[in-house]
């Protein structure tokens, strides 16, 4: 989850409270501060990764996710990247691969955002990528981004 706009830390825990009503939260990263990823913005960033268990498809979880994005304000508008209330993204699903047109697990960009990888290597230390088989430590490793996300929480 990623905001950059309003009450960053009251944005993730409104959505980790959103999200619980329709998935059980095993747990939660630390927070961490990053500027804005793929686009120029004066607001720096808040995430946090959630490992999260769901019945439900997931395509019927991500579209979830997204209500829980609208109902906290996020506006989609064309063109990319812009500054947001929340973003929500399913990063990984156990060794799940998939690519629909409504979601693709792993995450594409997973590997290219340290923003992410922190986080989630947080949550899941020995995950290795399905499709790439590498592991969090190498993904860092080999990950271009030159930001490092800054803990704060």
């Not at 829980?68 to 304000?73: A, C, D, F, S, T």
Request: proline letters at 5%; hydrophobic letters at 35%.
């Amino acid at each position: 989850m990623g905001t950059n706009l309003g009450d960053k830390n009251g944005n993730l825990e409104r959505a980790r409270n959103e999200l619980a009503k329709d998935c059980k939260v095993v747990s939660i990263s630390a927070i961490y501060e990053t500027p804005s990823w793929g686009y120029e913005s004066n607001e720096t960033f808040y995430n946090q990764a959630l490992d999260c268990t769901f019945d439900d498809s997931p395509n019927d979880f991500i579209n979830k996710c997204l209500n829980v994005e609208k109902r906290l304000g996020r506006y989609r508008g064309e063109g990319g990247y812009s500054d947001r209330t929340m973003d929500i993204d399913i990063l990984a699903i156990e060794n799940v691969v998939m690519d629909s047109e409504e979601l693709i697990i792993p995450h594409p960009r997973l590997h290219l955002r340290k923003f992410a990888l922190i986080p989630f290597q947080e949550l899941w230390p020995n995950w290795i990528h399905p499709v790439s088989n590498l592991s969090m430590d190498v993904m860092l490793e080999r990950c271009d981004d030159e930001v490092v996300p800054n803990r704060i929480i």
